[in-house]
Each structure stands twice: as C-alpha cells, then as structure tokens.
C-alpha cells in the first residue's frame, strides 16, 4: 500500500492482559520502526527491523515487550501483561532505506 | 549521549508573521535530520529531510536549512491551518530520535 496501516486504532485492555498491535508498511518500504507516544509530544523509540531482522532494539522493555516482522505478514508488538503506564499511542513508521520515514496514524492503547 | 532540543516550546503568532523554530542536535552519526507536523489525534506527516550542512529545502511557506549542530523551520507569513506541532528528529544508525516538538498557534 501507498501508507503505512495501523491496527487497531483503540484497543482497550485490563491491567494484565494481552495487548497486540499491528502495522503494515507502506509496500517496498524494508524498514520499520516503533514509537511510542505517552506525553502529548514524547516520542520514545521501541524497536527497528530491517526487513524481518531487529536493527536496533535498544529501547523495548524486553521483560514485557516483543516485536516480529515476519514476511508476507504485517509487523506486530506484543506486550505481555499489560501495566497502567504502557497507555499510550504506538505509532509505525517505514522507510525504504536511510530516507523520508513515514507514520501511520498510530494505535491508542488504554490499560484500565 | 544523543539528544535534540526544540524550542521555543510553543508559539503564538498572528496570520502573516514569520517566525523561525529552533532544532538543536548532539548525535554520533547523522544519518539525516526530518521535520514533521504532526496535527491533534493524527501520526506525524513527513516535511523535509536534510542530511549536510548547507542544505536548504522549501515546500509552500516552509524553509528548512541544516547546520553542522542545528536546524532552522522557518514559516514565511504563516495561516490559521499552520497550526500544529512541529517535530524534529535525527535518524542515527537504527532510528530516529525526536525532539519535544513546537506547538504552533497561528491566530487569524
């Protein structure tokens, strides 16, 4: 596709339960990456992946946490046993190579 | 330690005055530096990126130029639909790393 698609926009969780959060890339794009917004401006990096392999995963709490770029599927971040403080907006972003990285409209993840 | 500073935090400008937003960077490895707008509720939309000093790129009212340890938005007589934050950010080796942005009020 011409955008990077996001699934779902809301998802809504109990403290402790599963979250899964998807994202396609916009199509020949072979990087992706994982924000996530908590302040209004505050973007913290997650996770990147070059085509299926993690490029940099400096920033994933890995005690909950974990990501897959699988082929011919859409990208996904998991997160075991949600906690209050992983409310937030994820966004996806790609990009083709070290070029113009494009965002999707995020997923707006509320832990009650 | 890598970091980008935006200010001023936040602006209020009247509907044709310019103004300029401030992106400081410390980064090991500049792979490029992008500027984003992000509006309320929505993902940030891709402006510009510049990867060497000197360079200069325009789109409508926008101007963005890069020096060896900042970058300048300039916004020539902005609009009302100017209004939005504005987010800078560095791309190193393996991501990006975003300044806290500029939240832009541009008044009629």
């Known amino acids: 596709g011409e955008e990077v698609a996001q699934t779902p926009k809301h998802l809504v969780r109990g403290e402790g339960q599963k979250a899964k959060l998807y994202c396609a890339p916009i199509?020949?794009?072979?990087?992706v990456f994982w924000y996530q917004q908590v302040l209004k401006n505050e973007f913290k990096f997650l996770i990147s992946?070059?085509?299926?392999?993690?490029?940099?995963e400096t920033g994933m709490p890995k005690e909950r946490f974990s990501a897959k770029c699988l082929p011919n599927s859409p990208c996904s971040l998991e997160i075991q046993a949600t906690k209050l403080e992983d409310s937030a907006v994820y966004f996806c972003?790609?990009?083709?190579?070290?070029?113009?990285?494009?965002f999707g409209q995020g997923t707006r993840l509320t832990v009650v | 330690e890598d970091q980008v500073t935006q200010s001023p935090e936040a602006l209020r400008l009247q509907e044709g005055e310019s103004s300029s937003l401030n992106c400081s960077y410390t980064?090991?490895?500049?792979?490029?530096l992008f500027w984003y707008r992000q509006d309320p509720g929505k993902g940030p939309e891709f402006l510009f990126t510049?990867?060497?000093a000197g360079e200069e790129k325009e789109k409508e009212r926008l101007k963005a130029t890069l020096t060896k340890k900042e970058s300048f938005l300039h916004i020539t007589a902005p609009k009302p639909e100017d209004s939005a934050t504005y987010l800078c950010?560095?791309?190193?080796?393996?991501?990006?790393?975003f300044g806290q942005g500029t939240e832009l009020s541009v008044k009629p």
């Open positions: 992946f070059q085509n299926e392999n993690v490029f940099d």
């Open positions: 510049l990867y060497s």
């Open positions: 950010a560095v791309q190193t080796w393996g991501k990006l790393i």
């Open positions: 199509k020949g794009h072979s990087y």
């Open positions: 972003a790609s990009s083709q190579s070290s070029t113009e990285a494009f």
């Open positions: 980064v090991s490895g500049l792979r490029g």
